[in-house]
């Protein structure tokens, strides 16, 4: 009996395999109370109590209360069979020596009896129903808590605790989920091990500061993965209390890794262009409030150079979209490579950029830059199966020289962009008071390009190009002239980039080709000379898909055999699409028409495409002519130029002659044409005549 009652309270995970074990211990605890009870004094003993206890370990032990209602009554079943046997001689009274173990009294007994099993089931009664308030409650309070650990465990938060140390000792599934360890791999583990090392100092400053008793606010911190991935978190930190000392720091976040993705990308987005990667217009504004914080701090100047590329449209109208934009890209990591950590390059629209440059000490530094910028556009990009070429023009506008506010800075520097283009191509020019006139200019030509053209207010000059060896006039080139009622005549260098920009390049440039032929052909009908007539073409005409047609049409309707038609193509436009060119020079030439690469020596073109294209004659650009003559590097350039047209049996003309020296520089080179001032500068058709005669080509003239 002692021993089950010692397995029972110290083995009981073994004695509950037996079966009825509860029941077992309270009949064996109830059989040892009534042997007590017999060999203390049986009728006279003071352990009788103890049966009530037996009732009370019952109503602990059984869970159902019929089984402790049993028990009661059995115990005092077994009490008055006790008596009953000790009254019958069935067992023998042990006298105590503080007893009188004598009693015979039947009624005696009866009432004892009746005393002790009526108190016993009144307990049993009583035990039970307290015991049956306790278990429910104990029940409810069980549930609530495998409800609450149920639902803190299943929640979609992040939810932990961990020692006022940092040692944790519980963290739910989705913690264990995210960061890739288990319960028990996580307990006993510093909380601040699963935080990167950045955000660490400031984590743990909070967390001590909570566990101080501190207010929580909610913040945003960070958990390291299994796998070495970093997840953001949002939240806060609660303080648990017992008896009013910290005991456990609560945690509750939640994973907003995909928000704040969204959130930079969204920022992303709104500040940087799609496509280059380069920052837009909103965070342009931005960078150039630094720039010009820092230059007022460092008492130094900032400059915005507005950078737009020279004839983009035509490769991206003739190679599609596509290729335009993988050009996009590599001029924009072209210009980024060129920039400095301090400076941005933004871009602020289809082809054009912005560059803000921080710190300068001198005006001279942002030429410097540009300078640079130019040199590496004008390198090839390599594009699918494309080598393209493109020029960039840049104006340059400084802060605090030019102007103090941003707005007007960069007005300025569109402004010099302008001015810069107007020069020509790969130029670039920093901003003068001067140009603001030009800029009104610019505006009051661009109101009326339109109407000038539908009222006929252009007008064709024409130049003449001489043989060097004969002296004969070989062609007239047609040069275009706007004749404007409030500014006067306009030169073509004034108003064409202006045309290529709002599209009106392709009714202008077809009404040129229409009324040079035009005025050729009358020439021949009136029997006076039969020359060339030299066009010059945009880049913008040529990526038209009806470019050839229009060619075609224009020698039809005039009835000017191509022979006697000239086309001039600038060197930069021919190599901005190389194979594009290679095909339709080869479909001009076809048709009989003369063609020739104008401002050579400006662009790009290497050997191996010059001699894949038909051509006729090179040009030669009049920037090397001009000093020709003091015979130094524009003299180099002039005879390799020639030397190379002679080996390729292309004729060479020398555009810009101006004086004697050039001439005679010239024609020692053995130089086939040339066209300048010397011999005339550009004269109406009703001059053309008197010209033609005054140099006795009346009636005579010749076609090549």
């Known amino acids: 009996m002692i021993g089950y009652n010692a397995l029972y309270h110290f083995r009981y995970p073994l004695v509950s395999r037996i079966p009825a074990a509860d029941r077992l211990q309270v009949l064996l605890d109830m059989l040892f109370v009534t042997i007590i009870v017999h060999f203390s004094g049986g009728s006279a003993?003071?352990?009788?109590?103890?049966?009530?206890?037996?009732?009370?370990?019952?109503?602990?032990?059984?869970?159902?209360?019929?089984?402790?209602?049993?028990?009661?009554?059995?115990?005092?079943?077994?009490?008055?069979?006790?008596?009953?046997?000790?009254?019958?001689?069935?067992?023998?009274?042990?006298?105590?020596?503080?007893?009188?173990?004598?009693?015979?009294?039947?009624?005696?007994?009866?009432?004892?009896?009746?005393?002790?099993?009526?108190?016993?089931?009144?307990?049993?009664?009583?035990?039970?129903?307290?015991?049956?308030?306790?278990?429910?409650?104990?029940?409810?309070?069980?549930?609530?808590?495998?409800?609450?650990?149920?639902?803190?465990?299943?929640?979609?938060?992040?939810?932990?605790?961990?020692?006022?140390?940092?040692?944790?000792?519980?963290a739910n599934r989705s913690v264990q989920g995210l960061v890739g360890y288990s319960l028990e791999e996580l307990a006993g583990q510093q909380l601040f091990e699963l935080i990167p090392a950045r955000n660490r100092t400031r984590f743990m400053e909070e967390f001590r500061r909570i566990a101080a008793g501190g207010e929580s606010d909610l913040f945003e911190t960070m958990f390291v993965t299994r796998d070495g991935r970093e997840v953001s978190l949002e939240g806060h930190l609660t303080l648990s209390r017992k008896a009013g000392e910290p005991v456990a720091v609560w945690g509750s976040f939640r994973d907003v890794t995909e928000r704040i993705l969204a959130q930079k990308q969204l920022y992303h987005l709104a500040h940087y262009d799609?496509?280059?990667?380069?920052?837009?217009?909103?965070?342009?504004?931005?960078?150039?409030?630094?720039?010009?914080?820092?230059?007022?701090?460092?008492?130094?100047?900032?400059?915005?150079?507005?950078?737009?590329?020279?004839?983009?449209?035509?490769?991206n109208d003739t190679l599609g979209h596509p290729v335009g934009d993988q050009l996009l890209v590599s001029v924009a990591n072209r210009l980024r490579a060129c920039c400095r950590e301090s400076d941005t390059v933004a871009r602020v629209g289809g082809d054009e950029f912005i560059i803000v440059l921080e710190g300068l000490k001198e005006r001279g530094d942002a030429e410097k830059f540009a300078a640079k910028v130019m040199h590496r556009l004008i390198e090839p990009h390599k594009i699918e199966d494309h080598e393209l070429f493109v020029t960039g023009s840049v104006g340059i506008a400084l802060y605090p020289d030019d102007d103090t506010d941003l707005d007007n800075l960069l007005k300025k520097a569109d402004i010099a962009m302008y001015a810069a283009k107007g020069v020509g191509n790969n130029m670039f020019r920093c901003y003068d008071s001067y140009m603001d006139e030009n800029a009104h200019r610019r505006f009051v030509m661009e109101n009326g390009m339109r109407r000038a053209l539908e009222n006929g207010d252009f007008l064709l000059y024409y130049q003449p190009k001489v043989n060097l060896v004969t002296g004969e006039i070989t062609a007239m080139e047609a040069l275009v002239r706007w004749d404007h009622a409030e500014l006067g005549i306009i030169a073509p260098s004034d108003f064409i980039p202006l045309a290529e920009e709002t599209g009106l390049i392709i009714p202008l440039g077809e009404w040129v080709l229409r009324q040079a032929c035009a005025q050729n052909k009358w020439w021949q009908d009136q029997g006076h000379f039969r020359l060339r007539v030299a066009v010059n073409l945009s880049g913008y005409q040529l990526q038209q898909a009806e470019f050839l047609e229009v060619?075609?049409?224009?020698?039809?309707?005039?009835?000017?055999?191509?022979?006697?038609?000239?086309?001039?193509?600038?060197?930069?436009?021919?190599?901005?699409?190389?194979?594009?060119?290679v095909r339709l020079l080869d479909q001009l030439c076809e048709m009989g028409i003369h063609i020739s690469i104008d401002d050579f020596g400006t662009g790009y073109s290497s050997l191996s495409h010059l001699k894949r294209f038909s051509v006729n004659t090179l040009k030669m650009d009049k920037s090397f002519v001009k000093?020709?003559?003091?015979?130094?590097?524009?003299?180099?350039?002039?005879?390799?130029?020639?030397?190379?047209?002679?080996?390729?049996?292309?004729?060479?003309?020398?555009?810009?002659?101006?004086?004697?020296?050039?001439?005679?520089?010239?024609?020692?080179?053995?130089?086939?044409?040339?066209q300048g001032f010397l011999f005339s500068k550009p004269i109406p058709p009703e001059e053309v005549l008197r010209f033609m005669k005054g140099r006795g080509a009346h009636d005579k003239g010749r076609a090549e």
């Open 274 to 315: 799609i496509l280059t990667n380069l920052p837009n217009r909103a965070l342009l504004l931005d960078r150039m409030q630094h720039a010009k914080s820092r230059a007022k701090r460092e008492k130094c100047r900032a400059a915005l150079l507005f950078l737009d590329l020279d004839r983009f449209k035509v490769i």
């Open 551 to 581: 060619v075609r049409r224009a020698l039809a309707d005039t009835g000017l055999d191509p022979q006697y038609l000239e086309l001039e193509i600038t060197e930069t436009v021919v190599m901005q699409n190389p194979d594009f060119t």
């Open 45 to 170: 003993s003071w352990f009788w109590p103890v049966y009530l206890l037996v009732t009370v370990e019952a109503a602990f032990v059984l869970p159902r209360e019929r089984e402790v209602w049993a028990m009661g009554a059995l115990g005092g079943m077994v009490y008055g069979s006790l008596l009953s046997a000790e009254y019958a001689g069935v067992f023998a009274n042990v006298a105590m020596p503080f007893a009188d173990g004598t009693t015979r009294d039947i009624l005696f007994l009866v009432l004892i009896w009746l005393w002790v099993a009526l108190l016993n089931t009144v307990v049993a009664v009583i035990l039970t129903f307290l015991m049956s308030v306790i278990r429910r409650e104990t029940r409810l309070l069980r549930e609530s808590e495998e409800r609450l650990e149920e639902f803190i465990d299943s929640a979609s938060d992040l939810i932990y605790s961990a020692y006022p140390d940092g040692e944790l000792f519980y």
């Open 627 to 674: 000093g020709v003559a003091e015979n130094g590097p524009d003299a180099a350039i002039a005879t390799a130029i020639i030397s190379m047209g002679r080996s390729l049996n292309l004729s060479v003309i020398a555009e810009g002659v101006e004086t004697e020296g050039q001439l005679e520089f010239l024609k020692k080179t053995e130089c086939d044409e040339v």
